[in-house]
């Protein structure tokens, strides 16, 4: 790659500033071993060097060839001091990540670990009969069990991540099928190992607990 650099000796690592027809870029390296840059792809570079592809207005950490460590690096984004993350578009701050850790939506100031001013969209899902699992992928279940009973199976809260999880059920329809809430067995809903359902429009809320073993009804 041709271009204007200086090389520093011991540590042979060179500035260089070098546009191409592919590139233009600023990158100081050892053997490319450091490298930020715009490009129009990747280009094989070495694996986790920072770049930003105008081909499709990305920020991307790359990944080693298949074998070759690392092959899934990280990008970590640290601002020194007291200062803070924000972002912006159409000039206009959108959300920010306090030194503290707290993210806010809409927000200057959040004072809490997650704070918006904003609305909030939740998963939905319609359920009219049988068997559904509930995964990370769920919040709202509006559950018709006109056409018979609906089960709806808990994650175990053996597995971290389920932890604090919020899952809310309402019972749509006026017929006599229930629909059910079912705890991993060896777990429990409120001590129980089920929840029911009877009448149209009731409605539930459980949170993961601590305990591991018991989900709460808020």
Excluded at 184 to 211: C, E, K, R, W
């Amino acid at each position: 790659m041709a271009g204007v650099g200086s090389r520093i000796t011991p540590l042979d690592q060179a500035v260089r500033l070098s546009p191409d027809v592919v590139s233009d870029s600023i990158h100081m390296d050892q053997d490319l071993s450091v490298f930020f840059g715009l490009l129009k792809g990747e280009n094989n570079l070495p694996a986790g060097a920072v770049l930003f592809d105008t081909a499709s207005n990305s920020l991307k950490v790359t990944a080693a060839p298949v074998g070759a460590p690392p092959t899934d690096p990280d990008l970590r984004l640290d601002v020194e001091g007291t200062g803070e993350v924000t972002f912006f578009t159409a000039a206009t701050q959108k959300a920010v990540l306090t030194n503290g850790g707290n993210f806010g939506v809409g927000i200057t100031t959040p004072g809490s670990s997650i704070t918006t001013n904003a609305s909030i969209g939740l998963g939905t899902l319609g359920v009219t009969s049988g068997t559904t699992t509930l995964t990370d992928a769920h919040f709202f279940l509006r559950c018709d069990a006109t056409a018979g009973m609906v089960n709806l199976r808990l994650p175990s809260l053996a597995v971290a991540s389920t932890r604090g999880r919020l899952y809310c059920a309402t019972k749509s329809d006026a017929s006599a099928n229930v629909v059910n809430l079912i705890a991993t067995p060896g777990q429990t809903i409120n001590g129980a190992a089920s929840q029911v359902l009877t009448v149209q429009y009731q409605t539930i809320m459980i949170i993961g607990g601590a305990s591991l073993v018991d989900w709460s009804i808020i």
